[in-house]
């Protein structure tokens, strides 16, 4: 696939490095999803799928080094039964760690490092928060459809709480304080809808059914990672800089900015 500018204003597709990988991916600016300001946290990257069980899923959290996480949850927003949209199907309580003093929390499972890809499991990284969240392969990020992640402060609902009872992709009910961040995962042909303007895929990767396996924000906004591969997992440390437009070909992501057109990256 060429990469290169799509040819709109507003529009940029980039190359990811993935080699060899054919993708298209698109990701509303990532500036958008920084929250209201008030408090300087933001999710930076998540691990969902990978080959073979998903034992090593995580979600990692960023911010001011050492900054308390009291009254912080992380959510996912999905379907639940024969509900398609709007149900609260994970919902993890920070409130006892701080971020660590390189800025990066990891909330992760217990079975996270058992799966060896290319001669590496994943580790968290010293100076971050390694907070381990239930036992075994527990956390269960879901990739068989459209998820919508949210970062939180004062959540008082609970899992299984439906937040979108029509489930026309508006919440009807927001019970927290304040939304510091979120990002929508999306699977090619889920029809479940999302709740975030920052979407990250589909994305056309051998074995995921389009459902972005691995995405971290990059300072251009998010980038999609590789299924059976920890090349650009980096939990608990800052994310590798995005390769340059052109550098690699291969795969492509479309960057959306905010109030703007949506485009299909050049195939
Ligand atoms: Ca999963
Ligand atoms: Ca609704
Ligand atoms: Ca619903
Ligand atoms: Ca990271």
Redesign the pocket.
């Known amino acids: 696939m060429k990469a290169g500018m799509a040819g709109t204003t507003g529009t940029l597709a980039i190359a990811l490095g993935l080699a060899g990988l054919t993708a298209t991916a698109r990701a509303a600016d990532a500036a958008l999803s920084m929250g209201d300001g008030t408090k300087p946290l933001w999710i930076s990257e998540l691990r ?2 990978q080959q073979g069980a ?1 034992t090593d ?1 995580y979600v990692e959290i960023a911010g001011t080094p050492g900054a308390s996480l009291a009254g912080t949850w992380i959510l996912a927003i999905g379907d639940g039964g024969s509900d398609i949209g709007g149900v609260v199907e994970m919902a993890i309580n920070l409130s006892t760690w701080s971020l660590g003093s390189n800025g990066h929390l990891v909330a992760r499972e217990s079975s996270f490092g058992t799966t060896v890809f290319g001669g590496r499991a994943l580790s968290v990284a010293a100076g971050a928060t390694d907070a381990v969240i239930g036992s075994g392969d527990s956390m ?4 068989a459809d459209n998820v919508t992640y949210l970062l939180v402060q004062g959540f008082t609902g609970a899992v299984g709480t439906d937040l979108d009872t029509d489930n026309d992709g508006t919440l009807d009910a927001t019970p927290w304080t304040t939304l510091l961040d979120s990002l929508a995962f999306m699977r090619s042909g889920s029809k479940e809808p999302v709740y975030s303007d920052v979407r990250v895929g589909p994305i056309e990767l051998s074995g995921t059914s389009g459902m972005p396996p691995h995405a971290w924000r990059a300072e251009s906004g998010w980038q999609v990672g590789a299924f059976g591969s920890w090349e650009h997992d980096t939990p608990g440390a800052p994310a590798q800089a995005a390769p340059a437009p052109g550098a690699i070909t291969g795969a492509a992501l479309l960057l959306v900015r905010p109030g703007r057109r949506r485009r299909t990256a050049p195939r």
């Open positions: 969902v799928d998903d899923e269960n990020l879901e990739n």
